[in-house]
C-alpha cells in the first residue's frame, strides 16, 4: 500500500477510538485471527508508549476540563439556536426520518466433509479435510434493505418502499437450475419477494466445493459417491439461503429490535492495483518485472452503511474485477482473497460487541487475475491490501462522500440471448470422434438430452437473467447492474457511458454463472475467455453470438431509463 494512502488513513482513522482504528494495529490483529495469535500477543504488539501514559496522568484532568467547558458552550449555543428556530428543527427532524432500514446475518457453508474443489482442472483429487484454510469459513451473507420515510410523490408505497435482499455465496457459481429453486422459494407467498428484489452473487472463489452443474463438463469424470456428496450440499445450501432470507426480512418488520437504521454512502476513489489483465500478461514475465499491459479497472466500489444511532459502518459492500484464483495450489476450503479482505474490514468495524459485516461482490472479472499469486502469503497481503484501500476509503472524510437517497426500485430481465450457431445430431456425432476430451463428454450429454426431448438440433437461445438496483433519486442516486456469468472487464466502461453522470457499479457473477460473456473485443480477438473452448467446459453447445454485448448493455439501459423516468421501453439506446 502507498505510503501517502496509509498517512491518509490513519490521519482520519482518528474520529474513532485508537485501539479499533489504527491501521497498523489493523494487520496484526486481522491477521492474528487467521493465524490463531493469542490475544495477549496482539495487545503487547499495540500497547502504548510509556510516554503517552506519563503525558495522560499529567495532563489528562486539564484536557477532560476544557472539552466539558467547550461542551457546554456548544450545547447551550445550539439549544438557544433552537429555541428561536423551532420551526427548522421541526424540518431537521423529518429530514432525520428518512433513512434505510437494514438487517443482516451470516450462515456458515463450509462442508462438513472432504468434497472435490471446482474451478482447476488440474485437481486429481478432493479437498485434503473438511477444515478451512486458516479456519476462516466458507460464507453465506444476507443484507436486507428498505427504504423508510421516503415514498415519493407519485410512486405507490409498494414500489419504493419494498425490501430487497443481496446474498452472497462463498461459491464458484450457481446453474440455471439453482437459481430457480431459490427463486421459487423466495418469490413464494410466505417471502413475497419479487423477481429482481433479490440476488444471488457468487465470489467465484476456486478454493470451494463444485457446485451444482457448473462447469459440468469439467467435473463430470466424478464417481457416483462424489456426485451425491455434492448433491446433498447443494440442497444444504438451498437451505441455509432459505432460511437466511427468512430470518432477515423477518428482522425487517421488527423494525424495534432488529433492524437498523442507516444512511448509504458511496464512497469515491478507491483504487487497487493488484489485477492485471490474463489475456495479454504472463506471470512469468511479471515476475521479471515486464509492464503490465491490456485492459483492467482497477476502481474499487464501496458503498458504507453507517448506524444512524452510532455514525459508524455497520455493513460494507465493496466490489473489484478480479478472479479469486489466487490459491492456485490450494487443497483447503477457502474464499480466496476476498475472504481476507472481509475479515480485516469487519475487524476493524466492530464496536463494543456489535458485529459489522463486509460483502464483496466481484466485478466484470472474466479476463482479470490477481497478480501476485500461488501461496498463502500472497493471498494474505490481497486481502488485507485490498481492506487497507477500502478502509483509508471510508475514513477519509476530506472526500465528499455522496449520501443516497433512501430510495430503492429495481428492475429485472430473462434475456433470451442467442448462441452462434446450433448443433445437429450429425455434428455431434462427429464431435464424440475428437480427440478433445471436453468435446467428447459434450457431445456424448446432448445425444443424451436430444434424444429425449425428441430434438433434432441444439437450442439457439439461453435465458440470460439481469437485475438493475436504483438507489435514490436524481443528483443523490446510485445504480447497481448486476450481471449473470463471467464477463468480461470491458462491461464495466460499457455500462457506465450508458449511465452517462448517474453513478453506475457493475456487479457480475449474480445469479448463475453459465459461462464467460465476452465483450465484442474480446469475442473477436478469440481465445478461452471469447467461449471457444471454456463454453464447452460450462457445458453450452456453441459459444454466444457476436450480439450478446449489445443486448445486455440496451438491457440495462432501458432498465436505467425506466426507473429514473418511468418511461416506456422502446427509448433509443446510445451506442456503445
Not at 482518528?14 to 489504527?22: A, E, G, N, V, W
Not at 476509503?393 to 429485472?412: A, E, N, Y
Not at 418511468?566 to 433509443?572: E, L
Request: glycine share 6%.
Amino acid at each position: 500500500m502507498p505510503a501517502e494512502s496509509r498517512r491518509r488513513a490513519s490521519a482520519t482513522a482518528s474520529t474513532f477510538s485508537q485501539r479499533d482504528h489504527d491501521r497498523d494495529d489493523l494487520r496484526l490483529r486481522a491477521a492474528s485471527v487467521a493465524s490463531g495469535a493469542s490475544n495477549a500477543a496482539v495487545a503487547s504488539a499495540t500497547a502504548p508508549r510509556s510516554l503517552g501514559r506519563i503525558l495522560l496522568v499529567l495532563y489528562g484532568p486539564t484536557i477532560i476540563f476544557l472539552v466539558a467547558g467547550a461542551c457546554l458552550y456548544v450545547f447551550a449555543f445550539m439549544r438557544a439556536r433552537q429555541l428561536s428556530t423551532s420551526g427548522r428543527a421541526q424540518t431537521s427532524g423529518d429530514e432525520l426520518q428518512s433513512h434505510f432500514l437494514l438487517v443482516h446475518g451470516v450462515r456458515d457453508i463450509t462442508p462438513q466433509a472432504p468434497l472435490w474443489l471446482a474451478g482447476f482442472a488440474s485437481r486429481t483429487r478432493p479437498a485434503e479435510s473438511a477444515q478451512a484454510l486458516l479456519n476462516i469459513p466458507l460464507w453465506c451473507k444476507a443484507i436486507a434493505l428498505q427504504a423508510n420515510g421516503m415514498n415519493m410523490v407519485g410512486e405507490s408505497l409498494e414500489d419504493s418502499e419494498r425490501p430487497h435482499v443481496l446474498i452472497s455465496l462463498d461459491l464458484i457459481g450457481g446453474h440455471q437450475s439453482f437459481r430457480r429453486k431459490v427463486a421459487k422459494r423466495l418469490e413464494s407467498s410466505e417471502l413475497g419477494l419479487r423477481p429482481g428484489e433479490w440476488v444471488l452473487s457468487f465470489s467465484h472463489t476456486h478454493s470451494g466445493p463444485v457446485f451444482g452443474d457448473v462447469l459440468q463438463i469439467l467435473h463430470g469424470n466424478l464417481s457416483l459417491e462424489h456426485k451425491q456428496q455434492l448433491a446433498e450440499y447443494e440442497n444444504s445450501v438451498l437451505l441455509s439461503v432459505t432460511e437466511l432470507v427468512s430470518e432477515v426480512l423477518k428482522g425487517l418488520l421488527d423494525a424495534k429490535t432488529s433492524a437498523q437504521p442507516v444512511l448509504l454512502r458511496y464512497i469515491p476513489d478507491v483504487t487497487f492495483s493488484a489485477a492485471v489483465d490474463r489475456r495479454a500478461n504472463r506471470e512469468s514475465e511479471l515476475r521479471m518485472g515486464y509492464p503490465r499491459r491490456g485492459v483492467f479497472d482497477h476502481s474499487v466500489p464501496v458503498l458504507s452503511f453507517e448506524s444512524m444511532r452510532t455514525g459508524r459502518p455497520v455493513v460494507v459492500v465493496y466490489s473489484y474485477a478480479a478472479h479469486a484464483t489466487v490459491l492456485t495450489e490450494n487443497f483447503l476450503y477457502s474464499g480466496d482473497f476476498p475472504a481476507f479482505a472481509s475479515l480485516a474490514i469487519e475487524k476493524v468495524l466492530r464496536h463494543e460487541g456489535e458485529n459489522a459485516l463486509a460483502v464483496f461482490v466481484p466485478g466484470c472479472a472474466g479476463d482479470q487475475n490477481m497478480f501476485p499469486r500461488g501461496r498463502i502469503e500472497d493471498v494474505q497481503a490481497l486481502g488485507f491490501g485490498l481492506a487497507d484501500e477500502i478502509l483509508a476509503g471510508i475514513f477519509d472524510k476530506t472526500k465528499v462522500q455522496s449520501v443516497i437517497q433512501p430510495l430503492l426500485r429495481s428492475r429485472f430481465n430473462e434475456l433470451e440471448i442467442s448462441f452462434e450457431r446450433r448443433i445437429s445430431i450429425a455434428e455431434l456425432r462427429l464431435m464424440a470422434r475428437s480427440t478433445a476430451w471436453y468435446e467428447q463428454a459434450l457431445s456424448k450429454m446432448y445425444l443424451r438430452k436430444l434424444k429425449q426431448l425428441n430434438m433434432a438440433e441444439t437450442d439457439n437461445v439461453y435465458p440470460y437473467p439481469l437485475a438493475l438496483w436504483a438507489f435514490g433519486r436524481g443528483n443523490a442516486s446510485l445504480s447497481v447492474a448486476w450481471l449473470s456469468g463471467e464477463a468480461v472487464v470491458d462491461f464495466s466502461e460499457l455500462l457506465r457511458e450508458c449511465a452517462g453522470s448517474r453513478l453506475l457499479v457493475v456487479s457480475a457473477y449474480a445469479f448463475e454463472v453459465m459461462g464467460y460473456i465476452p465483450s465484442k473485443r474480446v469475442w473477436l480477438e478469440g481465445g478461452y475467455e471469447s467461449g471457444q473452448r471454456s463454453s464447452a467446459l460450462y457445458g453450452m453447445p456453441s459459444r454466444f453470438a457476436s450480439s450478446l454485448q449489445d443486448s445486455i448493455c440496451n438491457a440495462i439501459y432501458r432498465m436505467q431509463f425506466d426507473l429514473s423516468t418511468g418511461a416506456g421501453k422502446d427509448q433509443p439506446v446510445p451506442a456503445v
